[in-house]
């Protein structure tokens, strides 16, 4: 089967990686996200990966344990390369080559962020994780991966959750809740649909970058949106 996409970013949960956790990494849900990219690259698909880092600190609450907005989105910011770093290490160990790359100047750990580098790291077949969010407060993960998305000139930006796509409201509060197959950026945005933030839809929204936004704990759900089963998840375009 042909492939459908040559060149994508894949946004993952950092908070997925806590498992039934109520923090950290657990290292079946390392294995399955590295496994699911594996089988990406054999295919011949061009990975970036744009990881959060939820599991292990979260800007947003900060401010309710006295840390400042700016300095609990750094930390968040750092939490992501813990995040890259654990993930680039379970790559390796597979087999896969990969390039770990940070918003935040750290190079005893990752690369600087270089656009044309990241791209030819992605053209000689090596999985290139974003970390470090944009290097800015007040943008989430989700704003980065839109942004590197665009940059790099992906085919499409896959949002892996736990959830198999976009609902009218939240499936496990509400039972009537029905999931969208299809919507338009400007529907998500007026509708305040909350699976990526506004930025992220608006960036994608400007620059012709559609999203699926699937669920990637099933294992092979990858590949399958990457041969073009796109009803697995929701598309916005």
């Known amino acids: 089967m042909a492939l459908k996409y040559k060149r994508v970013l894949l946004k993952l949960s950092g908070e997925a ?75 390796e160990t597979i087999g896969l080559y990969t390039r770990l790359v940070s918003a935040i100047k750290m190079e005893q750990i990752a690369e600087p962020y270089i656009r044309r580098r990241a791209i030819r790291h992605l053209e000689k077949g090596r999985v290139v994780i974003f970390s470090g969010g944009t290097g800015n407060p007040y943008f989430t993960t989700d704003s980065a991966a839109a942004l590197r998305g665009n940059e790099i000139s992906a085919d499409i930006l896959l949002k892996g959750t736990k959830v198999d796509g976009i609902y009218t409201s939240d499936p496990k509060k509400d039972p009537t809740a029905t999931k969208y197959q299809e919507i338009s950026f400007r529907e998500a945005i007026d509708k305040s649909l909350g699976v990526m933030d506004m930025t992220a839809f608006t960036i994608c929204q400007e620059n012709n970058l559609p999203i699926i936004v699937f669920d990637v704990t099933t294992p092979g759900n990858l590949l399958k949106i990457l041969n073009g089963e796109t009803e697995l998840g929701t598309l916005v375009k």
């Open 17 to 91: 990686l806590m498992g039934d956790q109520n923090f950290g990494i657990q290292e079946t849900h390392l294995k399955h996200y590295s496994n699911e990219i594996k089988s990406a690259v054999q295919a011949g698909v061009e990975v970036a990966v744009v990881i959060g880092g939820g599991n292990i600190y979260r800007g947003l609450s900060a401010e309710k344990s006295g840390v400042e907005r700016v300095q609990g989105d750094y930390m968040g910011m750092l939490a992501t390369v813990i995040n890259g770093m654990a993930l680039q290490s379970t790559m």
